[in-house]
């Protein structure tokens, strides 16, 4: 073995993956920017001067120590193929973390007497206490990701995150396409052309590329022509923004304001673990065998650096090295994302970037993941799971409704409050919609779990599933009765709260005995005629 092997820093094929990497991270740098500045209205400067510097830092640390451990695997086998495992901002929970912690906190925050700008920072700080426990998580459960793996099924896993794709990677990006459908249906459709069909693009150029370059070009041709409606904005003068990502001990003022939050936060944390655990697997079947803590313990270090650092969404190894290493990249494509998102976010670059391309451009790839991830719950699922896949969609498709209903535009806040709290005639459907929604990617996960333990002829392990799923309701871990999704102890609520949460906590207890009921019933029957 030559063990003196030293690879080239840059190959042709470096340059392929560097393009298809860093339009990942754009793609989901400017939908968060989109979501946090354009539907929830948050300043652009906290967005851009706080949030961008530190999130794209926690990407650059990332990339960089995947490029290292890259050329360290290359120099220790003699092999000149070896392929970094790729690194950027996780989609699903990124965009989550906006639509769902982010931008309802901050609309919280206004709501409570805060203004706009102390109502930014306070959602500031909010999002890197949320990284930080994120970090903190995946940092613990790194030695412990094979067992966590082996104890939650896979039908449980991908569902809760499929659900997620499904109705807020999927479905509202989609609304998005549709309010300027000449743009974004364009775009969705190259998208789906080249990814879905797998056409070759002209020059192979990658085709989200093409996608991105077909809808901007649609809009800053046909916007100023007045042939988009009302839809165009004028792309905004190019601004100086230099904001470096330095430590800071802010993200404490967001640890209180983040508790309410700890049943969604954790479980994106949760979520990156067995990714990241999943895609090691893909890798080391690719030929590339990277130690599984390594790759873990990298990622919770990326993220922790970014949460210290004021960023506001985490990182997370791409399922992608495959498709990567069949492009011919190596251990520069990971490199160059690093420097140029990395310094983008300190520099401003890319926010102006982001600015330049509206949402109408993005939703369609977003739409394309959100498929892809779909897909990828039933195919990496045994058949005889899909029930339970989709039984675990339901929680996250209340979770959807709950966010239209809470957005102010349709119903003011205090409107909602009275139409949650009103039980005159029994818990109104706006009340089960909202406390089925609340906690949901636990909720997907128990739901799943249990169903797969009844299909795997396990009515006894489902009932302890089912057990447990109670205890986590009766302190809204999953249920919680409070419109805000807040966890708490049930005898403090209000008398009216508190039967709201017996009933959901009851129903799982209810459900388990009668698993059980059935169980020694189908037995004893069995002993008899035996």
Not at 56 to 63: D, E, I, K, R, S
Not at 214 to 233: D, F, I, M, Q, R
Request: hydrophobic share 55%.
């Amino acid at each position: 073995m030559n063990t003196t092997t030293r690879p080239h820093w840059i190959s042709s094929g470096d340059l392929n993956g560097f393009l298809g990497l860093v339009v990942d991270n754009l793609s989901i740098m400017a939908f968060l920017a989109a979501a946090l500045i354009g539907i929830f209205g948050m300043p652009p400067d906290i967005v851009f001067l706080r949030m961008f510097p530190g999130t794209t830092f926690g990407v650059l640390v990332g990339n960089l120590a995947y490029t290292a451990m890259a050329r360290r695997l290359a120099q220790r086998t003699g092999r000149e193929d070896v392929t970094a495992m790729p690194l950027g901002l996780d989609a699903p929970t990124s965009i989550g973390l906006a639509l769902l912690v982010l931008g309802p906190a901050f609309l919280h925050f206004k709501q409570s007497g805060l203004d706009q700008h102390a109502a930014g920072v306070a959602t500031w700080q909010l999002g890197m206490a949320s990284l930080v426990i994120m970090g903190v998580l995946k940092f613990v459960l790194s030695f412990f990701g094979g067992m966590v793996q082996r104890h939650v099924p896979r039908a449980g896993l991908l569902g809760s995150i499929a659900g997620i794709a499904l109705v807020l990677m999927g479905f509202l990006p989609l609304v998005e396409i549709l309010k300027l459908p000449i743009v974004g249906f364009a775009g969705l459709g190259v998208v789906l052309y080249a990814l879905v069909a797998r056409a070759r693009m002209p020059l192979g150029l990658p085709g989200v590329l093409v996608a991105f370059v077909v809808a901007a070009l649609l809009y800053y041709v046909l916007g100023p022509l007045g042939w988009l409606g009302t839809g165009y904005t004028p792309p905004v003068a190019w601004q100086w923004r230099f904001a470096l990502p330095l430590p800071t001990l802010q993200w404490m003022n967001g640890m209180a304001a983040a508790v309410p939050y700890l049943p969604l936060i954790l479980p994106f944390g949760l979520l990156m673990v067995v990714g990241g655990i999943n895609v090691t697997e893909s890798a080391r079947a690719a030929g590339d065998d990277y130690r599984t803590r390594d790759i873990l313990l990298v990622e919770a270090l990326a993220t922790l650096v970014a949460g210290f650092c004021g960023g506001v969404a985490q990182t997370t190894p791409y399922i992608g090295q495959p498709s990567y290493k069949a492009m011919g990249a190596r251990s520069g494509y990971t490199l160059l994302t690093g420097l140029v998102i990395g310094l983008g976010g300190v520099f401003g670059y890319l926010s102006n970037i982001v600015e330049l391309v509206p949402l109408s451009v993005l939703a369609p790839i977003l739409v394309f993941v959100a498929i892809g991830i779909t897909v990828q719950a039933f195919e990496a699922t045994p058949t005889r799971y899909a029930a339970a896949v989709v039984f675990s969609f339901f929680p996250a498709i209340a979770r959807m409704v709950t966010i239209k209903l809470s957005d102010p535009t349709y119903v003011p806040g205090d409107r909602l409050q009275a139409l949650f709290t009103d039980r005159a005639h029994g818990f109104s459907e706006l009340a089960v919609i909202t406390v089925l929604g609340n906690g949901f990617i636990i909720t997907s996960m128990i739901w799943a779990s249990f169903v797969v333990a009844m299909i795997d002829g396990k009515p006894l392990r489902a009932a302890w599933i089912l057990l447990l799923g109670g205890a986590l309701s009766l302190f809204g871990i999953i249920h919680s009765v409070q419109l805000s999704g807040g966890i708490y102890l049930p005898w403090l609520l209000d008398d009216a709260s508190r039967l709201l949460a017996w009933q959901f906590a009851g129903a799982y207890a209810v459900l388990a005995m009668v698993l059980v009921l059935l169980t020694t019933a189908t037995r004893f029957t069995q002993s008899d005629t035996a």
